[in-house]
């Protein structure tokens, strides 16, 4: 059975950092990306970043860029999302997902076949 499981989400001030980890048991993701989306109360799910399976690709939204950083360790099939300087607006729930795909759909929720369950990230003001 696959399982991507999220941890790290949590409460922080506006400004802070957290960081999210999403390790993968089952499979290994071998030619995947691993992404990481957020959904905030009544909003459509948004991508946030994504990485392939060499690190070489790399892809965030334009609202995070600068702010936060993707990484992945193969070895430990586990992708993390490093937030920093995190705003009230930054409040959602994360899901990392794993899908395969390339540099003109990574951004599109449909081109992940596995996701989490999710971790709730909370930022205060």
């Known amino acids: 059975q696959v399982q991507l499981v999220e941890s790290g989400g949590g409460l922080v001030q506006a400004g802070g950092s957290l960081r999210l980890s999403c390790a993968a048991s089952g499979r290994t993701f071998s030619g995947y990306y691993r992404g990481w989306f957020r959904q905030a109360p009544g909003k459509e799910r948004e991508f946030v970043a994504t990485?392939?399976?060499?690190?070489?690709?790399?892809y965030y939204a334009d609202f995070v860029k600068g702010r936060f950083t993707i990484s992945r360790d193969n070895a430990k099939n586990t992708v993390y999302l490093q937030m920093n300087s995190l705003k009230p607006e930054d409040t959602a729930v994360y899901y990392c997902a794993a899908g395969i795909t390339d540099s003109y759909r990574y951004s599109s929720s449909r081109q992940y076949s596995y996701w989490g369950q999710g971790t709730q990230v909370t930022v205060s003001s």
């Open positions: 990485i392939s399976w060499s690190g070489g690709s790399i």
